[in-house]
Antibody, heavy 113, light 112 residues
Framework: EVQLQQSGAELGKPGTSVKLSCKVSGYNIRNTYMHWVNQRPGKGLEWIGRIDPANGNTIYAEKFKSKATLTADTSSNTAYMQLSQLKSDDTAIYFC??????WGQGVMVTVSS | DVVLTQTPPTLSATIGQSVSISCRSSQSLLHSNGNTYLHWLLQRPGQSPQLLIYLVSRLESGVPNRFSGSGSGTDFTLKISGVEAEDLGVYYCVQGTHALWTFGGGTKLELK
């Protein structure tokens, strides 16, 4: 059974960074893209970007190019997303997803001083 | 960038009623390989999104056949033939034809 397990909720201060993880079991992430999606409170889904863990190639939505950095560790079958220069507007639930079929449970990131 | 416009934003239905949701794209979603990467998700309250329909009309494994998808090019429709209580939540169309995923704004299905 394929499962995506995300790290726990984060509370970050404005201007700082957080790094989220998404550990995959039941499937080798080398064989797929790993996507990240956010959802601001009460809002819809927004695609952030994706990484090809086999070679590290990334594509980002324009608005996240200077906000998010996607990496992956194939030895631990884990994808990561670092969010930098946090602002209150970054407060959201962040999901990792493998294709559209498998999703992590989501992690709440709250930015507050 | 591709923009997906979903209508209506909110849908009120009774149990057993059939409903449809529209998703219109600002560009054709027909890929050069002949596939159309338009899919439908359901997000129930407090849960992660769930894939219902992929490649316009293909039912994801385990999804009830009261869900169906149709369309081509820029116009797509999700139909629920006989709403059940477990169908309540927000429906999203999403495209993957143009490298970057794009989500529609969502349609909230509520009980009337």
């Amino acid at each position: 059974e394929v499962q995506l397990q995300q790290s726990g909720a984060e509370l970050g201060k404005p201007g700082t960074s957080v790094k989220l993880s998404c550990k995959v079991s039941g499937y080798n992430i080398r064989n797929t893209y790993m996507h990240w999606v956010n959802q601001r409170p009460g809002k819809g889904l927004e695609w952030i970007g994706r990484i090809d863990p086999a070679n590290g190639n990334t594509i980002y939505a324009e608005k996240f190019k200077s906000k998010a950095t996607l990496t992956a560790d194939t030895s631990s079958n884990t994808a990561y997303m670092q969010l930098s220069q946090l602002k209150s507007d970054d407060t959201a639930i962040y999901f990792c997803a493998m294709s559209l079929t498998y999703w992590g449970q989501g992690v709440m990131v709250t930015v507050s001083s | 960038d591709v923009v997906l416009t979903q209508t209506p934003p909110t849908l009120s239905a009774t149990i057993g009623q059939s409903v449809s949701i529209s998703c219109r794209s600002s560009q054709s979603l027909l890929h050069s390989n002949g596939n159309t990467y338009l899919h439908w998700l359901l997000q129930r309250p407090g849960q992660s999104p769930q894939l219902l329909i992929y490649l316009v009309s293909r039912l994801e494994s385990g999804v009830p056949n009261r869900f169906s998808g149709s369309g081509s090019g820029t116009d797509f429709t999700l139909k629920i033939s006989g709403v059940e209580a477990e169908d309540l939540g927000v429906y999203y169309c999403v495209q993957g034809t143009h490298a970057l995923w794009t989500f529609g704004g969502g349609t909230k299905l509520e009980l009337k």
